[in-house]
């Protein structure tokens, strides 16, 4: 089953790279990483999808928390998500089969985001099977090159993800000017 794993961390270099290297030396192989920041400029959001059984994702989840740089940690496949990816694809286009092509981009809500004599690059949105759906669709017409970004997943409603002020570090937050900061007197638990 696919886990999708929302990891709050400290926005500084070589924190990827941890991470990274943890689901390495445990063997557990990524289908999708991504990786920005927040609202809060010190805090980055990892979303991770690994396809893993449910004892697997919790250990996971354990060894995630032993990483000193890591504040948060959730598992998202067991509440109501929004997921979505972004792809541009750069296709073949010529005068035959322009119109075709666009009518295609309408039908799936994309987005032509560059136009040459011979090629068009095409933005979508949505989740991985739109994706895939269109990816099918475009391919008898010539894909030249194509670059996805990897699943972001938030969860469904109003209340945030973190809404506890606490996280599984036993790092402690308050709110300053309406946002959760972490308190610099709070050091973390963790190895």
């Known amino acids: 089953m696919q886990h999708t794993i929302v990891a709050l961390v400290e ?30 400029p010190e805090i980055s959001r990892m979303t991770i999808v690994v396809d893993t059984d449910e004892t697997s994702a ?16 959730h ?35 994309a987005r032509i985001v560059d136009v040459s004599n011979n090629s068009f690059i095409i933005e979508i949105t ?16 010539g894909i030249i090159e194509m670059v996805r970004t990897g699943i972001v997943s938030m969860a469904r ?7 506890n002020g606490k996280n599984g570090n036993g790092y402690h937050q308050e709110t300053r000017a309406g946002f959760n900061l972490p308190l610099a007197s709070q050091p973390y638990r963790g190895a």
């Open 11 to 40: 926005n500084k270099p070589g924190v990827l790279n941890r991470v990274a290297s943890l689901f390495r030396r445990r063997g557990f192989n990524i289908d999708s990483l991504t990786v920005g920041r927040t609202e809060q």
């Open 58 to 73: 919790e250990r996971l989840i354990s060894y995630l928390y032993k990483l000193v740089n890591v504040i948060q940690v």
């Open 75 to 109: 598992d998202l496949s067991k509440v109501p998500t929004v997921n979505r990816d972004l792809a541009m694809i750069k296709i073949n286009a010529n005068d035959e089969n322009r119109t075709h092509i666009m009518q295609l981009v309408d039908v799936f809500r």
């Open 126 to 141: 949505g989740d991985e099977e739109k994706i895939e759906g269109f990816i099918d669709v475009l391919r008898p017409w």
């Open 157 to 163: 409603g109003a209340a945030p993800l973190y809404p």
